[in-house]
């Protein structure tokens, strides 16, 4: 049984794969200004630092509940990555569930974007992490603050993975700086559809944008041509690639099928891109 040592004081004994957590973090979980944070390490002890992918849940999710998921993090923690996952904050329109402080018109009081990279800086320290060697990625409104640190803040990491979750409205007209982002959605996704819709949430409206939408504004920033520069059609997934842009950076969108959850294999595939073969580039 592979055995992967939990920081943050976290016992999953029903799960496989996990064992109890180490004093790392003293209480536990993991405290930060304005927050915490949960770690899952590699079970073979890193003779350098150690790469890192930041986790950012989906809403009224959990760091907790995302540490339970052996599914989604055993092939990160397989291939000698650590995985860093912040809790995000209690939405004050909702009362309890957590969320993020995606630009999207309303603002949470807590700085996302500032406190991400507190927890990385954090967590650096205390696990001997490599801060050069950072890929941050997010599922759902975790996926849209990925996009929005990817854009606003984009030397937070080498790498951006988002699935099911872009940019709300309004969108940037730019972003600061090219970036390595995938982008993954579920074509028949209902819940924040890639065409973009309207919603209404305890008296506020918002709009979540057009996944097509963002693109441009990437396409814009790093100087990208309208027609990718390749595309893929598979049973898995229908792939596009911008990689010779002019500004640099790299943009890939994937369609899957299927709706707003993320497919079995999808660690894997998010691996596949970050680490591509040498025959497959």
């Known amino acids: 049984m592979f055995r992967v040592i939990l920081a943050a004081g976290l016992l999953i004994a029903a799960e496989p794969g996990f064992a109890q957590a180490q004093d790392a973090c003293q209480p536990s979980p993991c405290l930060v200004d ?22 950012l849940h989906g ?3 959990s760091s907790a509940a995302v540490l339970r ?22 939405d004050t329109l909702q009362g309890h569930h957590l969320d993020w402080g995606v630009r999207d018109g309303f603002g949470l009081p807590r700085d996302d974007i500032a406190f991400v990279r507190q927890v990385l800086a954090d967590a650096a320290t205390r696990f001997s992490l490599d801060p050069e060697n950072i890929v941050l990625m997010g599922y759902s409104r975790g996926g849209s603050m990925v996009w929005d640190i990817a854009c606003h803040a984009p030397d937070t990491a080498r790498a951006y993975v988002s699935h099911a979750g872009g940019f709300w409205a309004p969108l940037p007209p730019q972003c600061a700086a090219s970036v390595r982002l995938l982008h993954s959605h579920g ?9 973009g819709t309207g919603m209404e949430w305890f008296g506020y409206s918002f709009e979540v944008a057009s996944v097509f939408d963002g693109l441009e504004v990437w ?3 790093m100087g990208c041509p309208p027609k990718a520069d390749t595309a893929e ?10 990689t010779g842009c002019a ?3 790299q943009l890939t969108l994937q369609l899957l099928p299927g709706g707003h959850g993320r497919r079995a294999g999808w660690a894997e595939a998010v691996l596949d891109w970050l680490e591509p073969a040498p025959d497959n580039p």
Do not use: C, H, M
Not at 76 to 88: M, N, Q, S
Not at 187 to 195: A, I, M
Not at 233 to 242: E, I, N, P, Q
């Open 69 to 90: 998921n052996s599914g989604l993090l055993q092939p990160f923690l397989d291939r000698g990555y650590a995985v860093v996952v912040p809790d995000g904050q209690v």
């Open 187 to 195: 074509f028949t996704d209902r819940t924040l559809p890639v065409e």
């Open 219 to 221: 396409q814009r920033t």
């Open 233 to 242: 059609v598979t049973a898995a997934a229908w792939t596009k690639a911008w």
């Open 34 to 55: 304005g927050g915490q944070y949960r770690v899952a390490l590699p079970a073979i002890p890193a003779t350098e630092p150690t790469p890192t992918v930041l986790y």
């Open 59 to 61: 809403y009224a999710a």
């Open 247 to 249: 500004e640099g950076g």
